[in-house]
């Protein structure tokens, strides 16, 4: 998982810088928001002159599935004090709640559960963090030939594809794929969260 | 200027976002439908995101055996399903890139 965790971090330094946003801002930025998806989205968007309050809903479409991932904490920690509540909440992410759920299902009665999350959440926070600093430093330093930019979608790839586990996830999946295709050139950047719509409805559709 | 507000507003979504569900409190109910509908939202968000950039170009669609990043993503699907890790996935959609683009 920390594999992964840093070349995604560095990808997202050296986009946001490459996107025009100084490199204080987006080391800044990486702490407050954490979440490189919508952080890389975002840079281009902004870097392309796009107005604030789209540029949020995007990010709010893209960071949808962190919803999810609280939904799914939820039971785990739904009796936690609020202060860490609050820190769970802060350090919901992909990898983390990855590698939490995995843990949970296998030991569910862990009366840990708090401080392996804690635990997974810094550990990966620092990580990133560290890397995404160090890609916003390097920023445009890298030769445009080495194609790093290529490395955002596959990260993405990398992160989508194992959550396809049944005939249901997989038709989310094809269904979102096909309409942001279809629906590129429509304004306002909505083919995203139109295909997300659509990938859910496919997904509610079939499911058992 | 307009950097600030993205960022503070991007914070704030983010946050409310992932705090949701943890914050509500313990006796609350979460329908069904809704529970249902937030497991296909990685999948099919995430997805959204890679997919265009792998067949356009600009606003052009590339679908062709002749765009190496349609061919490259192909290869990094293949290996993020074999393997589920993303070390291995970016790394071999990068090397594959660089080889169809070579061989194209």
């Known amino acids: 998982m920390l594999l992964g965790v840093a070349p995604f971090g560095l990808i997202t330094g050296v986009a946001m810088v490459a996107s025009g946003i100084p490199a204080a801002m987006a080391v800044l930025m990486s702490i407050t928001v954490f979440a490189g998806a919508s952080m890389i989205a975002s840079a281009q968007l902004l870097g392309s002159g796009t107005p604030v309050l789209l540029v949020l809903f995007a990010t709010l479409f893209i960071n949808l599935r962190f919803m999810m991932y609280s939904a799914s904490m939820r039971p785990h920690f739904a009796h936690a004090p609020l ?10 992410a992909d990898n983390v709640c990855g590698l939490s759920l995995g843990r949970f299902a296998d ?9 392996f999350f804690l635990g997974v959440g810094l550990v990966i926070w620092i990580v990133w963090q560290l890397a995404a600093a160090a890609g916003a430093a390097i920023g445009a330093g890298l030769p445009a030939a080495w194609r790093l930019e290529f490395a955002a979608p596959l990260a993405f790839i990398a992160m989508s594809v194992p959550f396809i586990r049944d005939r249901a ?3 989310a999946a094809l269904a979102s794929g096909v309409t942001v295709v279809l629906a590129h050139g429509l304004p306002l950047r909505l083919a995203v969260p139109l295909a997300a ?7 509610l559709a079939l499911r058992k | 200027m307009s950097l ?8 704030l979504v983010t946050f409310a976002l992932r705090a949701s569900f943890l914050l509500l409190p313990p006796g609350v109910e979460t329908p069904e439908v809704v529970r249902r509908g937030l497991r296909y939202v990685p999948a099919a968000v995430l997805t959204a995101i890679w997919a265009p950039e792998l067949v356009f170009h600009g606003n052009d669609l590339q ?10 993503g192909a290869v990094a699907i293949a290996v993020a399903w074999r393997t589920r890790l993303t070390f291995a996935t970016i790394i071999s959609g990068l090397v594959a890139l660089h080889l169809f683009a070579w061989l194209i």
Do not use: C, Q
């Open chain 1, 83 to 92: 202060r860490w509540r609050l820190a769970v909440g802060y350090l919901v």
């Open chain 1, 107 to 115: 030991h569910p009665e862990d009366p840990a559960k708090l401080e």
């Open chain 1, 169 to 171: 996830m997989l038709a």
């Open chain 1, 197 to 203: 719509l659509t990938g859910i409805g496919a997904g």
């Open chain 2, 4 to 11: 600030w507000a993205a960022m503070i507003g991007m914070t």
């Open chain 2, 63 to 72: 679908f062709s055996l002749e765009n190496e990043r349609l061919l490259a």
